[in-house]
């Protein structure tokens, strides 16, 4: 059993008087991809902005390499840098080119030289195909090209592990396959993933496992070959039984 | 006071003299004989001292009773009323003969009331404040900080005539020009000497006048007229009288004894 | 050319016509008609002589320098002071929260209050409270007096420019580990900024007029030299040579900021 890179016990969140998450537990191990399918509302983009204390919890603990993160008082930044995520809405800074969009933050919190980190920038860019595009303006690229940089961006802080939360609801359907191809990508070098996603197909293919949440729980986890073939859990059956009809 | 005795002896000579002005105002006065003249209410110094024109202290008491010599008016025919200003300015009938408070003559206000060729013309003044170590001297002033009142004449007097070293600030009125003093951005302020004196005595705290210009370095100046109903036939009597008196030097005398002595304004040259 | 495109060039060919036709309609109107109006000698003489405008050109163009000195330093301030306020407005941690309400009150209580009154209050109060000179000059008050005033609208602009940017790209930001400080700097300041050009570049063109106000407090700019010409020449010349050195600047200044705004967008689409 490889080591675990994120653990999460008894995370308990709401807003106000509604419950949005109701007791998670969950480990990640390093290199894991897993996938939270569900239905809208069912916790799972909380779920990711808890994980990066854009959210912070109620109850229970959020463990990194075995550090609590989710101690209150705590200095996120390094934390933060250590956890990247990229949004449905990509979130690119409209006033900089995709290049500037990407070494802002090395430039700013890593402090790193300028040289060496435009060319790790370009790296990345053409380890993604968009080196075409390094010098555009976000408002010049395709949403799945903005999307594309926006995990660049994120991956330009060198994350130990990466939050998903559905970047691909957004897109046109024909731009939804180049970004799963660069998610594909990302799992083969080895990146610990986590996404919330509605690409069943996709969640099938490459999760190491899927975890199904409803109403702030993870009903049922396990590998996509027995979630997906046959589920345990009634309120899981329904859900495949719907999004997979 | 001998000063002012011997002035009231020169009148007094002057006006047995001439016994043409003394058929003048027969029939033209309000009371027969008698000369009735009004002042402020109160009547302010160094126009009338003490409010108490009847003395014959102060600037205009005393051409009042100059004129009424020269117009063979008995000193004791002399009748002092009193106005305010605005009163005096409406047109109508009057319950005096003569106004004496100050009035400029201007166009507008010939129109309505009618006024005696002027017995005094004001004459450029410098207010300051504190007067500590400035002596009323040219090569003085051209070092000071000079402020003006823009819609008067002062501001070319100041640039030709004292031609300062540094360029002046301009106000739009007294009291801005006042604050600027009390604010310290400005040394010195020119005015007319009656308003200089007046914004010394009740509005700037501490000013002083320091010293005034001769009447005919300004350009355009003020000129106080005594003030009648239009049309009074008294005129004639009275410019003649101020003629004379202007001719004979009594005005002079008169102006400087309570306009530079008593008020310690001294002449600039 | 196909048969729209044909049809396009004809209609434009056609409003140009009428454009050109009205305009030139207009104009000739303006000048063929008005110089037959009755008053049309005398207005022409009050307002647009000849010789009083070439007599008075320079001195005034000279007096706009200082408009333009005073324009000059107080803009930098005004956008830093303006900036400050409307961090200081946005303070987002409970311990700024007495720097918010200063901010709330600076802003009601300069936006609330005349200008003309600010410049008072500073530009006499202030030295008034025995500064001496050189730190109690006119210029350096009045120019705080401005920039006060000026930097509360800036800091409202700036303030609506701020929220205007989303929630998003705060959290982006935050998310890639930016401090508070580099999120402000980097990300949401030159969004905000770029957004509220526009508002404030009218808020410069008022501010070049109000510059002028600095004159009730002595110094002696354009409007306040062509107030002195007005009163010394009996004529308004003087104003509209004030104005047309204003338009000289105001208009190329304001094309000059529309063409950089444009470019900018320009380049970025």
Known sequence: MPEAKLVLQGVKKSFGENPVLCGIDLSIARGDMICLIGASGSGKSTLLRCINQLEPIDEGTILLDGQDISEPGIDLAPVRRRIGIVFQSYNLFPHMSALDNVVLAPRRVLHEASEALHARAAALFDRFGLAPHMAKYPDQLSGGQQQRVAVIRALAMQPEIMLFDEITAALDPELVGEVLNLLRQLRGEGMTMLLATHEMGFAREVADRVCFMDGGVIVEEGPPKEIFAAPKHVRTQAFLGAVLR | ?269 | MNRRQAYEAAQRRRSLTVAALSTGGVLAGLILLVPLAPGWPAVKASFFDATVFAETFPTLLQAFLIDVMIFAWSVPLILALGLAIALARGARAPALFPLRIFGAVYVDVFRGVPVVLTIYLIGFGVPGLGLSRPWNSPYIWGTVALVLTYSAYVAEVLRSGIESVHASQRNAAICLGLSEGDTLRYVILPQAIRRVVPANMNMLVALQKDVALLSFIGPVEILRQAGIYKSLLANFTPYVVAAVIFLLVTVPATRYADYLLNRDRNARS
Not at chain 2, 187 to 196: G, I, K, Y
Request: aromatic share 8%.
């Open chain 2, 1 to 269: 006071m001998r000063k002012r005795l011997m002035v009231s002896v020169l009148t007094a000579m002057l006006a047995s003299g001439v016994a043409a002005a003394q058929s003048c105002h027969e029939g033209k006065t309000l009371t027969a004989g008698k000369l009735t003249i009004a002042t402020g209410n109160p009547a302010f110094y160094p126009w009338v001292i003490d409010d108490a024109p009847e003395s014959g202290e102060g600037f205009e008491a005393a051409v009042a009773y100059a004129l009424a010599a020269e117009m063979g008016i008995a000193r004791d025919d002399v009748v002092w009323t009193r106005t305010s200003f605005d009163q005096a300015i409406q047109p109508g009938a009057k319950d005096f003969d003569l106004n004496m408070q100050q009035f400029s003559i201007t166009e507008q206000r010939d129109q309505v009331v009618d006024f005696s060729i002027p017995y005094y013309t004001a004459p450029m003044a410098v207010l300051v404040r504190g007067i500590d170590g400035l002596v009323p001297e040219m090569e003085t002033l051209k070092g000071l900080k000079w402020g003006v009142v823009a819609s008067t004449t002062a501001l070319p007097v100041v640039l030709q005539t004292i031609a300062p070293e540094e360029s002046p600030l301009v106000y739009d009125d007294n009291i801005n020009t006042v604050e600027a003093m009390k604010a310290g951005q400005i040394d010195a302020a020119l005015f007319d000497l009656p308003t200089a004196l007046y914004l010394a005595a009740v509005v700037l705290e501490g000013g002083q006048v320091l010293g005034q210009f001769a009447p005919e370095q300004s350009d355009n100046p003020d000129h106080f007229g005594a003030l009648m109903t239009e049309g009074n036939p008294l005129k004639e009597c009275v410019d003649t009288a101020l003629a004379t008196l202007k001719e004979n030097g009594t005005l002079a005398a008169i102006e400087a004894e309570w306009l530079q002595e008593a008020t310690g304004v001294p002449l600039i040259r």
